[in-house]
């Protein structure tokens, strides 16, 4: 091997290094765009995965240019891999019920709900739980993924009788002002609705 080669080489295993720096930081931002509605510290836990993923399949790419072999390293972030999913297996349950429960959803904040033994006003859904106050003043936080196994009993008197109507509107438009006419069109006593 000359020294050109050499050069080449580690010039190489840089450049490796400077793509995976940039993908690593170019996910982190699309990431944090995507997923701006989850809570931060979950936001920036899935932005580390993903960080820890590409830097190391970069630095992978990287030896393997050198020439080293990354059967052993593979082996284990695989071994790694299976653990991890293992450890965070009820957390991934939960935020995947949560998303399932967004197609049809039997109840919202401020709703009164019966689920798995427990009865509370729902005060809080968040990607992992639904958090309940109870008649004595306890939160009590129920895993989403119950949601999807246990009859769930809203219990809000004529909850049947709500609609919900949901309504996009551009950054430019005033909030308040925007919500003053609805309800004023609402309230309209010539609005008629026709079965």
């Given at each position: 091997?000359?020294?050109?080669?050499?050069?080449?080489?580690i010039?190489?295993?840089?450049?490796?290094?400077?793509?995976?720096?940039?993908?690593?930081?170019?996910?982190?931002?699309?990431?944090?765009?995507?997923?701006?509605?989850?809570?931060?510290?979950m936001?920036?836990?899935?932005?580390?995965?993903?960080?820890?993923?590409?830097?190391?399949?970069?630095?992978?790419?990287?030896?393997?240019?050198?020439?080293?072999?990354?059967?052993?390293?593979?082996?284990?972030?695989?071994?790694?891999?299976?653990?991890?999913?293992?450890?965070?297996?009820?957390?991934?349950e939960?935020?995947?019920?949560?998303?399932?429960?967004?197609v049809?959803?039997?109840?919202?904040?401020g709703d009164?709900?019966?689920?798995?033994?427990?009865?509370?006003?729902?005060?809080?859904?968040?990607?992992?739980?639904?958090?309940?106050?109870t008649?004595?003043?306890?939160?009590?936080?129920?895993?989403?993924?119950?949601?999807?196994?246990?009859k769930?009993?809203?219990?809000?008197?004529h909850?049947?009788?709500?609609?919900?109507?949901p309504?996009?509107?551009?950054?430019?438009?005033?909030?308040?002002?925007?919500?003053?006419?609805?309800?004023?069109?609402?309230?309209?006593?010539?609005?008629?609705?026709?079965p």
């Open positions: 091997m000359t020294p050109y080669d050499f050069l080449y080489e010039a190489i295993f840089g450049s490796i290094l400077v793509m995976t720096f940039i993908a690593s930081r170019i996910f982190g931002l699309i990431i944090r765009g995507v997923f701006k509605t989850w809570m931060p510290m936001r920036a836990h899935f932005q580390r995965v993903v960080s820890v993923t590409i830097w190391v399949i970069g630095l992978m790419f990287a030896f393997q240019q050198l020439g080293l072999r990354v059967d052993f390293l593979l082996l284990v972030l695989g071994l790694i891999g299976v653990g991890a999913l293992i450890a965070v297996k009820d957390t991934l939960n935020i995947g019920a949560k998303y399932f429960s967004d049809y959803v039997p109840f919202k904040v009164i709900i019966k689920v798995a033994g427990s009865t509370g006003k729902v005060i809080e859904i968040n990607p992992i739980t639904t958090v309940l106050l008649e004595n003043e306890e939160l009590v936080s129920i895993p989403n993924s119950l949601f999807l196994k246990e769930t009993e809203n219990l809000t008197p909850v049947w009788k709500e609609i919900l109507v309504i996009t509107i551009g950054s430019n438009i005033n909030l308040p002002e925007f919500e003053s006419e609805i309800l004023k069109t609402c309230n309209n006593p010539t609005l008629t609705l026709s």
